[in-house]
């Protein structure tokens, strides 16, 4: 299993990013999608699960960030929009065989390597 997660970069409050994960692999049935800022535990953002396409979200970003999926290509989006400084992080994809306890990094077996956003106000 490979997860390559990019499209971080420097962008200005307000602005908008698409994050892209490439996961190759068999049994994947959930991607899901956290950050780590400096001194902070990873945060959950949010997860698709392939059967059915149905996506789930974290608190802090729902109504901001997006996720979508294409199976075909084995690609994973997530759409971040109305950035803040406080979203400055190190973003990582991470798969699991599993389709519960979606929103705990434990859950989550094989992980990228992240890819920096950082929000500059």
């Known amino acids: 299993v490979q997860l390559q997660a990019s499209g971080g970069g420097l962008v200005q409050a307000g602005g908008s990013l698409r994050l892209s994960c490439a996961a190759s692999?068999?049994?994947?049935?959930?991607i899901g999608w956290f950050r780590q800022a400096p001194a902070k535990e990873r945060e959950f953002l949010g997860a698709i699960r392939w059967r059915g396409n149905i996506t789930y979200y974290g608190d802090s970003v729902k109504g901001r960030f997006a996720i979508s999926g294409d199976n075909a290509k084995n690609m994973v989006y997530l759409q971040v929009n109305g950035l803040r400084p406080e979203d400055t992080a190190v973003y990582y994809c991470?798969?699991?065989?599993?389709?519960?306890?979606?929103?705990?990094?434990?859950?989550?077996?094989?992980w990228g390597q992240g890819t920096q956003v950082t929000v500059s106000s």
């Open positions: 991470a798969a699991s065989p599993r389709e519960v306890g979606l929103t705990t990094a434990r859950s989550y077996v094989y």
């Open positions: 692999g068999r049994s994947l049935r959930t």
